[in-house]
DNA sequence: ATGCTTGGATAGTGCCGGTATCCGAGAAGG
DNA sequence: CCTTCTCGGATACCGGCACTATCCAAGCAT
């Protein structure tokens, strides 16, 4: 396959793989000469889940370059390499630590990760980006003078337990044609918006039965 | 309260806040004389507003002005501001009908809805941004060798209905100070980052638990 | 041989959220 | 009253991001 036949077969101009190319976000293909570069069926595949990833994850582009190194990452067990692209997925910056939302913040989740029993609790609180997120994204709704206790989560959470033991199910369900870690975190960036769209949905759902038509 | 306390007591510089005006998120305050103007409480929760929406939220400035549109609109009754303002809120590209996974996929997600009884089936299916969403979503896992069907997605949906009554309690409880359909919004955006959140730390405990420590 | 295509390098584009600069009108102080 | 400082508004500009357009020399096809 040629560069102009991967666009084709992608529907991706072959600019952008170009682009993409230069960004290390796929391997450059056999070089047959100096003016011909050969792809192949991995590499149609790669393109797709950067696509996927860019477009319907909204993963930025320099985020999408560290994923993909984790799951390249021959030195790591294939359980790990998982859990360090899933790691780098969130970007999120840090947040202002002398901040008294975001302390108190974090405080209160702290306390509801030992509430709900996670390992996390001691293993990767502070450190998880996923939990600095959640840090952030609480501190800002107390900011606005949303009033909750961390004891209001719990339900959130252990629907999410929930969600996540779907995820895992799901992917295991899949991994049979290639025992790549590829194969999960796609799951795991595709699986976000489908979910989002399900709350928001759902969310319509609830608020007419409520409230009444629209 | 003038430009620079607004942004003393919110944390924005003055350069944003008069951006914000300049794009219609934020009303202009009492102009005292030529070079003074006046902004009072609510304009400062509105601004916390908007910086919550864009930054937390990521939503963008475009769709916040329409957001609030809507929940300015006092034409509505306040559940439909809800509605319209929740409406508002994503951002997807009409995807390209000619494709098959897109057909498929929409498919597939009407036949969802059916299965779960939502009233959405009927109503505003094809209509929804929210389904589009979802659609384009479903699809992008096809098109990568995806392999599901509409009933896997239902244990994800009734969980996410279960989520989305857990949003409304939590809103009615909020509802005392204030009657408006801003504070309705607020929850929408807010807490969906943190579900997400919630989701990533529980795929991260859940895979700890199956796969052994990281 | 000639014209077309190929892949690589480089520079440019459009959008978006925000910032810097300039300005004239007033407020504050002596 | 005059100077100096600060205010708010208008405008131009900036930096990052995801592409995209242009150029070029090397080869392939006829």
Chains 1, 2 share one sequence.
Not at 5 to 17: F, R, Y
Not at 18 to 36: D, F, H, I, M, S
Not at 58 to 83: C, N, Q
Request: proline share 5%; charged share 25%; hydrophobic share 45%.
């Amino acid at each position: 396959m040629r560069l102009a036949e991967l666009s084709a077969h992608s529907g991706v101009s072959t600019a952008t793989i170009k682009y993409y190319l230069r960004e290390g976000l796929l391997p450059p293909g056999r070089q047959l000469n100096a003016t011909t570069a050969e792809y192949d069926e991995e590499h149609l595949r790669r393109l797709r889940l950067v696509r996927a990833m860019i477009q319907v994850g909204k993963v930025p582009v320099a985020t999408v370059r560290e994923v993909l190194g984790h799951v390249d990452d021959d030195s790591l067990p294939r359980a790990m390499r998982l859990g360090a692209a899933v790691w780098a997925l969130p970007q999120v910056p840090e947040p202002d630590a002398d901040d008294e939302f975001v302390r108190g913040a974090r405080t209160a989740m702290e306390e509801l990760l030992r509430t709900l029993g996670w390992s996390n609790a001691q293993a990767m609180t502070s450190t998880s980006p996923s939990f600095r997120s959640l840090v952030v994204a609480a501190a800002a709704l107390r900011r606005l003078g949303y009033d909750w206790s961390p004891e209001m989560l719990v339900p959130y959470a252990r629907l999410m337990r929930q969600v996540a033991e779907l995820d895992m199910a799901f992917m295991e369900s899949q991994v049979s044609e290639a025992e790549k870690a590829e194969v999960a975190v796609l799951g795991v960036v595709l699986v976000e918006p489908m979910l989002r769209a399900l709350h928001r949905l759902a969310q319509e759902e609830e608020s007419t039965r409520r409230y009444g038509f629209e």
